[in-house]
């Protein structure tokens, strides 16, 4: 089961604004509803370098590393997990000069369907139906978080 998922919210504040808060990783905390605490994994920031997000649910507990994929000041910001296969990220499209589009997206392929298989066996497909319910409820509370942060 491969899937996508984005949606997006104007904030009122220069793509410049919103980049430096969504490619600091260290600040997710403040508006993932799974993921409480990140730091950086080494001194490398940018494409290459590597995090450890620490998430909760109410059934469990876990941690990931991240590579950043792709960091373009003021246009996008994506990392891949692990070896799940799973892509997120935030693109900005700027409005005007005051307000910028901030898309937030995941994508889940076929490597990740790969390892699911390999580490859930039969159970697979209702381990990836899990991430995929959390992800669509999760990303539009993210979103309007991070512009409440934002505007601040």
């Not at 997006?8 to 969504?22: G, K, N, P, T």
């Not at 920031?45 to 909760?56: I, T, W, Y």
């Not at 296969?85 to 937030?104: F, S, V």
Request: hydrophobic content about 35%; charged content about 25%; some cysteine.
């Amino acid at each position: 089961m491969r899937y996508t998922l984005e949606d997006s919210i104007d904030i009122h504040r220069s793509a410049a604004d919103v980049y430096a808060v969504i490619s600091d990783v260290t600040r997710t905390g403040e508006w993932s509803q799974q993921c409480h605490t990140v730091e950086w994994v080494g001194p490398e920031r940018g494409v290459g370098a590597r995090f450890a997000g620490h998430n909760r649910t109410p059934t469990r507990e876990w941690t990931t590393t991240s590579q950043v994929t792709v960091a373009d000041p003021g246009s996008r910001f994506e990392w891949t997990v692990g070896t799940s296969g799973t892509t997120w990220g935030y693109r900005l499209e700027p409005i005007d000069d005051a307000t910028t589009r901030l898309t937030e997206y995941t994508a889940f392929t076929g490597a990740g369907e790969e390892f699911f298989s390999e580490r859930f066996g039969d159970d697979a497909d209702n381990q990836i139906q899990i991430r995929l319910t959390a992800a669509a409820t999760g990303i539009g509370p993210t979103l309007a978080q991070i512009k409440r942060i934002v505007e601040a």
